[in-house]
């Protein structure tokens, strides 16, 4: 089953509203997580990587005040699109580390898609 | 600077035939970690493989196989006998040697399995 899990898997939401995605660790504490945003048909790009009870760090390019990152606790990241346009509407995608050290593995939750009308 | 390309947007076979997806990647690090992923429609990444850059054996698993050389920078992956369940979206990624939670993405190779 997924360790990593995002809510809401969809959102559509009129432009100019602030939409917030919830980016779960299950049963597993996660001190970093990562934040991806895909276009369509397109690679992931990191957006910013998401720090447990510190700043995030953004990437360059990406909009600070745009995407509000906050990683409030050790199994929650949120991810703020503030004052949404059509042109944020794109797949968001959160990764955390979980077992890396023994399977190598990073897992993604299942993404969400934001369509900004 | 680190830098994954999948020259092969997209890949059409029938099913039963052998594919191979290629991955090229460029890296200052003497230690690295390569990954492949699958994205199938539902869009959830879906963990194949992490190979660091001290091994370069070839790995197989199952109908999947990886072909790694770091002489040419590649990282290829092979499906041998495709089936329809196949198609999807394949990543090839680099991650850093002293961040190695933080991935390079390459752009993708779409893979359609026609019955």
């Known amino acids: 089953g997924a360790v990593v899990s995002q809510h809401p898997s969809w959102v559509i939401c009129k432009s100019g509203t602030s939409v917030k995605i919830e980016c779960r660790s299950l049963d597993f504490q996660a001190t970093t997580m990562f934040w991806y945003r895909q276009f369509p048909k397109q690679s992931l790009m990191l957006m910013a990587t998401?720090?447990?009870?510190?700043?995030?760090?953004?990437e360059q390019g990406v909009e600070k005040d745009k995407f509000l990152i906050n990683h409030a606790s050790l199994t929650l990241s949120t991810l703020t699109v503030t004052s949404a346009h059509p042109e944020d509407s794109s797949f968001y995608i959160c990764?955390?580390?979980?077992?890396?050290?023994?399977?190598?593995?990073?897992?993604f939750g299942e993404g969400s898609r934001l369509t900004v009308l | 600077a680190q830098k994954v390309t999948q020259a092969q947007t997209e890949i059409s076979v029938v099913e039963k035939e052998d594919v191979t997806l290629d991955c090229v990647y460029e890296?200052?690090?003497?230690?690295?970690?390569l990954f492949w992923y699958k994205q199938p429609p539902s869009g959830e990444l879906v963990f194949l493989i992490r190979r660091n850059s001290f091994d370069e054996q070839n790995e197989i698993s199952g109908r999947y196989s990886w072909n790694f050389q770091k002489s040419t920078s590649s990282f290829n992956f092979t499906i041998t006998a495709s089936q329809v369940v196949d198609s999807a979206v394949y990543f090839c990624?680099?991650?850093?040697?002293?961040?190695?939670?933080?991935?390079?993405f390459g752009t993708g190779t779409r893979l359609q399995v026609f019955p």
């Open positions: 990764s955390a580390p979980f077992g890396r050290a023994l399977t190598g593995e990073l897992f």
């Open positions: 890296t200052r690090d003497t230690t690295y970690y």
């Open positions: 990624a680099l991650s850093e040697r002293y961040n190695t939670d933080k991935l390079i």
């Open positions: 998401s720090n447990e009870g510190s700043k995030a760090t953004y």
